[in-house]
């Protein structure tokens, strides 16, 4: 073989192997300046909890900082839409929940596809929801609330925080799977709805567990069931919704996300310390505390787990006519 064909062919391998070679280096130098983990709701709330003792761990462990920035709208499409247009280069990540997947078949054109744009780095946690009455209510569990309820169509108002939301689709789900009417009345946020059924303006709601754990403890409001497969360690001796309604699961979640296309081996750093987290001492005590259920994972399961999920709300959606607002 003469020398220019040697050379051809040697500069041809280099050139193959160059953009592996790359995103190895992009991966080391992992992350070259602060990141930035953007949250598409209000400070104070799960998912902000969530993104900042995971946003102080990362930057611990990675050597940089990861800035959390709170970006309110749209039940969170404002700061997934930030995210999806962002350079995939692992500076730029979104914190997910469950308002995304039930977003993906809300909204028909929020300037982005989530399960297309959005490539999942890694789960959290999982919470359960809780179906709460008002003491006064004559109904002490579920199959009572299903019976009375059959007996009294549409004479029963269910609170949520919103149209959309998984405190309104978790109660539309229970509606669907149990022939049951209830109205809806949506509110400017869960903490309102909360305070009417408490004051016995309401009569239901599939409220989040960090939201309603203490009126529980403090007897102002009676917990009939959670939502999820499992008992909540938070409430041991309450059945789940599946005990009477079989196959009904439904779950507030949290994970992170990175704009699709980001390189593999930022993903997997990313999956890595976050799994790593999920084991630290001091992190496992705050989200139980919150009622979290840890989900450490692979991308590729939490891509799955979003997918079925999305596919889940959209069947409900589309049977209880939910129109975004």
């Given at each position: ?52 003792l ?20 749209a ?48 789960a ?6 809780v ?20 007996a ?6 269910m609170?949520s925080?919103?149209?959309g ?20 009345v ?23 567990m960090p ?7 403090a007897g ?38 990175a ?12 999956n ?6 999920l084991?630290?001492?001091k ?43």
């Amino acid at each position: 073989m003469d020398v220019a064909r040697r050379r051809l062919l040697y500069l041809a391998a280099c050139a193959a192997a160059l953009p592996a070679g790359a995103h190895i280096t992009q991966a080391q130098s992992y992350p070259s300046r602060p990141a930035r983990l953007i949250v598409g709701l209000a400070a104070g709330g799960g998912q902000d909890i969530v993104a900042r003792l995971m946003g102080q761990w990362l930057s611990e462990r990675l050597g940089r900082q990861f800035i959390v920035e709170n970006r309110p709208g749209a039940s969170g499409n404002l700061a997934l839409e930030a995210v999806a247009n962002a350079p995939a280069d692992g500076h730029t990540l979104a914190l997910l929940g469950v308002n995304n997947a039930i977003n993906a078949s809300l909204y028909n054109k929020p300037g982005f596809e989530f399960l297309r744009d959005i490539a999942p780095v890694g789960a959290v946690m999982r919470v359960p929801l809780v179906m709460v009455v008002n003491p006064s209510f004559p109904a002490t569990t579920v199959p009572q609330f299903i019976a009375y309820a059959k007996a009294h169509p549409g004479k029963i108002t269910m609170g949520s925080g919103g149209v959309g939301t998984s405190i309104h689709v978790c109660g539309e789900l229970f509606k669907m799977m149990t022939g049951v009417e209830m109205l809806h009345v949506p509110y400017r946020g869960g903490a309102l709805a909360l305070n009417d059924l408490i004051g016995g303006q309401l009569q239901v709601m599939f409220d989040t567990m960090p939201e309603s754990i203490g009126f529980i403890r403090a007897g102002v409001l009676r917990p009939l069931a959670v939502t999820t497969a499992e008992r909540a360690s938070v409430l041991p001796d309450i059945p789940t919704i599946g005990d009477f309604v079989p196959g009904y699961e439904a779950s507030a979640w949290y994970g992170i996300g990175a704009p699709r296309n980001t390189p593999a081996e930022i993903v997997d750093t990313l999956n890595r310390e976050i799994n790593a987290g999920l084991t630290d001492p001091k992190i496992k005590a705050r989200l139980v505390e919150l009622g979290g259920t840890l989900s450490a994972g692979s991308p590729a399961a939490f891509e799955k787990f979003i997918a079925d999920d999305a596919e889940k709300w959209a069947k409900v959606i589309k049977f209880a006519g939910v129109k975004a607002q």
